[in-house]
DNA sequence: CTATCTTTGTGCACGCGTTCACAAAGACAT
DNA sequence: ATGTCTTTGTGAACGCGTGCACAAAGATAG
């Protein structure tokens, strides 16, 4: 889903399926759970519920990591959350700047679940010089000015990005050029970076467009269920008047209500 | 990435891979930009650089929609505007109900990029009695009793929540029995939901961890290049103590520095 | 020590998604 | 009309991820 991650092919034998990754936190924080209920093992088919999975899923997941896990017990809470933690690399400290104090900058410098696991907000880094000074979440907000020696002086590697768009990728260069190899970007751009560095994006926009066309589909199958045999549940508007397009076979033979031939 | 999509095996021969759905908005920004500039064609090859994917790939996924585009020409900015809108569902209006005001809740409802396209905040909803009636982006919040009522009234079918992931399955409960049946989820939870509800989650910390887990694979790997052939860079602190596992025999061989047997 | 019962770890098959590579389609020039 | 040149649309091969189903491992009881 992010940019990067088509390189390498593994170069150490621990080949981790980018999948498993993904998934290794959602077992991460079910196994937290279960540790503060002082729960002291759990078998994968418990677990799985927990996270939402498959219960062959994550056995195959945790059997890349290594034979945790005892035959007719199941896996012990504790043990496997280090395990899991010290894979993610949640054992150390990461110092994570934000850029771009907007709304969404600010919630997420006040958002709770960075801390808890080995995330610390470094650094609030903003454009607007009327902002510098003004703490938001107990820090200072800083100028992007001072952007290079922000990250050096901070030892950051992870940025986070939370500017207008068309901001976004001036800003991504800046970060790279001054250390940063991960970035997550809440902008909706599309960022380039250079090889070996990562980018994941949350892109909310996206995540309702897609919500909504499922949406449609369900209420397309459902007029459909209705009036029995009612035509194609896709003509709402006439299409922008338009020119060249002499020729429309969709696969399914069907076509927009007006179409300027 | 979402919870549900795994029933029906696309009932309507109509059937667009997931991943094609995902990219489609990914398409549709980059095409919005182009007709911006008043951009009049554009060759697959142009539009996948913007949106950043191979081009092939982005010929296959047009391809699922139907024979829009012209050979030796490429596709028609405006037309494919429209058909891309259509197919998402983006040409009608999407009422949404954000639930949970935090500072996530008020950041979303301030962002720009909802009503653009299609989306519209139709109600913010949140269960603290001194929130109700308070202008958030210009809307007043309502309280978490009125759910049910404002879920009707609005015609509202996507939800999102922003509440803390304790409140979070019962918010989900309740915007589902009033009629909500798409989601986005904020909450670092695993929401269960009934058949025919789709749930997408955004989930920020786990997007940092797996940037984690990049960033500290990206470090060793590093590292084992500079230090020739140094030991495995995973030994940073003792494991917890911990009781049972009287057999380590990890894939290749490594175990933790200190493994009380 | 043997038998039984539980649960892991994994071989295998299947399906989805990606990518290559090319034939077909059309634009455009002559 | 014919030929050339560009770009689409897609058949086919490949690789990754998922889920089934079962053998092996170990716990536990007698």
Known sequence: MATGRTHRPATRSRGIPEATVAR????????????????????????????GVNSAKLRKDFSYLGSY????????VEYLVYQISRE???????????????????ALANYGGFASRGFRVAALIDADP??????????????????????SD?????????TPPGAAQQVCDRL????????????????SVPEGVDVRKVDLSIELQILAFHEQRKAGEEAAADGAAA????????????????????????MPAVMPA
Chains 1, 2 share one sequence.
């Open 24 to 51: 290794l936190p959602l077992y991460l924080r079910a196994l937290t759970a279960l540790s503060e209920r002082s729960v002291p093992t759990v078998s994968s088919e418990e677990l799985a519920a927990a996270a």
């Open 69 to 76: 896990g005892t035959r007719g017990v199941g896996y012990d």
């Open 88 to 106: 993610l690399g949640l054992t150390q400290d990461w110092p994570v700047a934000i850029v771009g104090i907007g709304n969404l900058g600010a």
């Open 130 to 151: 009327a902002m510098t000074g003004t703490p938001v979440a107990g820090i200072a907000v800083q100028h992007t000015d001072d952007l290079d020696r922000i990250i």
């Open 154 to 162: 901070n030892g950051v590697s992870i940025g986070v990005i939370t």
């Open 176 to 191: 790279v050029a001054a250390g940063v190899t991960s970035i997550l970007n809440f902008a909706p751009t599309v960022l």
């Open 231 to 254: 035509e194609d549940p896709d003509e709402d508007q006439a299409p922008p008047v338009r020119a060249t397009p002499a020729h429309r076979k969709g696969p399914d033979g069907d």
